[in-house]
């Protein structure tokens, strides 16, 4: 049996204090992304120790004399920055034990393809870190209750959807004084976190944005995270490599695993914090909601702050701008369909379509004449997920439900409404779908959409999306949207911007330009939530962001951005 | 109306003689497992290619899969088809779970499943609407009778139900196949009296078959009992489920109106009843010191073993009885399947002081089969039956040990209309699957064959949950 990969990670100088000869640990072992016995062939095991209720207060009152040793604000900052890179440059180099244990591990254990892992262990960069202070630095004015606001030091815009039907009327007048947006500013002592393990770094994420709050000026504050059985590797690995580096910016963090259901232990940890961030199923985060809700009844000092992160869907939207035949990319001399199609795939089939940010239906607005149809993008599209079934193969994950997909769409093919663009031996499955649909439909369509499940679906106008489907989905369960969106004098057209906040209003809570769908940047809207929304309270309602002042500058600089990333991704050519 | 002159020649003539110049379905327990397992794969061949070039809805799905009529052994894994898909496809084809608002439709969804050509003549026969499934289904029986044709359904109990058809060659084959079974593993006879907790006119298939083939062993009509008084219509059982309502008005009257109505019938007038009348014919038995076969579900004959427990009495009944159990749990109950059996023992005993056998039977509408609980409560599938296990990429699991979703062929008992090749929606272990070259592991009740191991069947959820991804 391979020696056991830690999944939980303490500062050492607080697991020398913790954890000693007689610490117990559970382990758990997993294959191909499938739990098995640690005996089974290419198991990898995790482990991570069991704490006893005393060793649990212990730990945390160490976590927060750790974070005094942090330091704070922009230097805080600057200098995890700079710490990221380097472990960024270690997980790259095949010589460097951080990449033999991540390479030799992550992908045994989660099931996702070696070439996946490493495109994510070489694009941390693809992270935006020094977007952060800008976050801090300012606070949304009351207009953007009502239209686009710009986001000072950063690009792109917000807007602020007030909850309930008094949000409702909020939400229409314009100039309304909502009052201030934020009030109530308290940096966070001790931030409990809980992280899904559906794809890596959840846990990570949840750290980065807890540490994030230095930026009004406190100490870092102490943070535990709560790793997932299904992914306990990749966020100790990164922290026991910042820790190498700048120990003080990781001094106060502990990473560790407990059940769920141990109501006790639970209530302990959540009565020490300020802020729970959960990225978690939809059931989890409503018992953590009733346990919040019952220590907050009793509580003598400021209630806490629960962000929640639950079930998840996102789209991408492709406008006619971008699909008019004879357009060319002018730097790479592609047709832009390819970029548009390569980046719309990437979109999809990172973590291969398991996240809450893949794709899952792509909307083309689709014009007869001079214009790529629906039918045409598939086709291109299909071109392109054959090529990434190269170079980001899709992992162990179950073929059967993308077999049965196939069958039951192929069969509809008689309608003369739906087209299969794929083969039955293929890793995903593409379908242009033209049928009529109801909510029933629509829904059913959207959760078959997953192990690189792409639905395509031809729109006469883009404003249908919002319009029409979305209005078909739970609002809460709405998250990213990525766009193609062609060029425009002012960057950001009048239509672009109506088109947002049409989509904003009905729950989407990001938009990124596509290929960016699974790089979230930490300093926008996650799931509604802004990072100033981790120190204060405000109005109940949503923040929709979205990332760029210039929609097909961004999408032809991520294109290019995804080329130097990927050695060797070579571009479909026609 | 004589099929062969219809599809040619017919395609029991093709298939491989077991023994003696036969093809009986019993023939197979006289064959080894290796040549039976011979026997059925050259049976597959044949009825492959012969459903490949009649058979529209079969012959789409494999071309699409690149399989021609031709098939060798690899071939194998490629020719299943989902039975939570095939006969349900007609929701995605038509757009809608109720068949009864575009009868044509419907009727050319229906041909392309067959392998026999349904006259289209004849669907000018078909009303625009029908006001439900039942009439829609009783219409297709009666324009169709000359060729002998029965609609059969799921238990509907999701609201979304597979409908199948089936002639008479296959009912013949269904119901010798249940009744085979019957005998051999549920060691039942023509003395027995049969007690179904079912209703009398269902499109059920598994209820149909488990009620048609008793008569097969030569119980008499008049010792076969069906205690559910009322007909369970497809939409009686789809409204009162509550799973899934029409749209509109019709819908709102359903499940503000009917639902509950239905519910309250059901609890206060069906269910007693149906509690009575059970009860009656066992009392009957239990005096008449004959052997009983009582059959139902597994909450219905807990409902039985809790009325007997309030009046603080037993049933008790000659050796040779038994309990018979089938259709799973379709609903939630706070009892699990072993607290019902452990209830069922205490309130039904044996003259010799046994506990009463309790049997379960597994099976699904596409198969024309079940696989019996046999008294080491082990499930037999049939040996006319071609079953292996799928491993998650629905590649053939090899071993004579084999966890997986459970798939089958049945080419002897399949009848004419499509071909029985069919992957479940059920993990099983199963042992000495069609797949496995040793054939160790025999049952400890001394039957060879494939088993699938009791306790070893789950429902495998078709999408499983995964982290922050939402299924809305």
Redesign the interface.
Known sequence: MQTPMDGFWLPSNIGEKILSTNTQYVTTSFCSGKACAPDAPGAITARWPVLQAGEWRRLVSLLQEGRQRSPVGKDYWARLESALGEVEKRFKDPADPLHYKAMGSIPGYTGFSKPMIQFTLNSLNLMTLDQIPSAYSWYPEHTASNAWQSMQGLPGRVLFTHAGPLGRFFNQFAGFRAGRKFDNLKAPDLVTGYG????PG?ALLITMLAQSTTMMGHTPPAVLVRN?R?EPIFTPLVLSGLERIAPELVSGIAVLVWDYTNYDLQKTLLEESDLVIA????ETITNLGTQISEINRTRSRSPIRFHK?????SFSVISRAVTQRGQIDEASQQPLINVVSLLTALDSIFWD????L?SRIHFIEEVKEAHYTALDYALKLTEQLHMLSVYLPRGD?????L??S???????E??GRVK?TS???DDFLVVVDS??Y?AL?F?SV???C?GRVIFVRPVRDVMEFPDEYLRM??PA?LQSLSVAFGKDPNGLSDHFLSFSKACARRGVTAIRTIGRGAFPQLAYSWDGLLPLDLVNDRPRGYFTTFEFDNPYDEMIGTYRLFLSQADGLAVNES | MNVETITGTHLSALLPETVSGGCRLEDFWELSIEDRNNVLEQAIFKVHAWHYTRNS?YR??LE???VGGTITSSDLPLIL??T??TFK?YI??L?TPFPQDCPADFINWLA?QLSIRLPDERFASFRSRYASLEDLLSAVEDIYEDYGLEVITSSGTSGRSTIMLRDQDGIDKTVESFYLSFQRYLEMQAEHRAIFIMPRITRIAMVRMAAFSVGRIGIEKNRIHFTIPFPAYPDQVRIRTGRTYR?GTKGLIERRLLNPFMNWAYENLAAPRTLRSTVEILDQAESNKEKVLLFGGWIQLHNIALQLRKDKRSISLPPGSLIGTGGGMKELYPFTPSQIRGDLIDTFKLTNDQAIPIRDVYGMAEGNWAAMQCRKGNYHIPPWVYAVT?D???KFQEGADTTG?LAFYDPYGGGQLFPSFFKTADRVRLINGGISKQFSNLCPCGDAGSYILQESIQRVD??D????????
């Open positions: 899904a393990g559906n794809v959840t997932s299904r990225a978690a199923s939809d992160h639950g079930h998840k869907v379509q398991y996240g809450c893949s994950s179950p073929r059967r439900p077999k049965d196939f069958d039951r769409y192929k069969l509809l008689s309608s299969v083969g039955y031996e049928r009529p109801d439909n829904n959207v959760n078959a997953m989905l739970p369960n | 809805a789409h799905t699409a899969r690149g088809r989902p939570a898909q496809s995605d084809i757009g392309d749209p799928l998650d990429d629905n979703l078709l999408m949950e995964a982290g922050c991804a939402a299924q809305v």
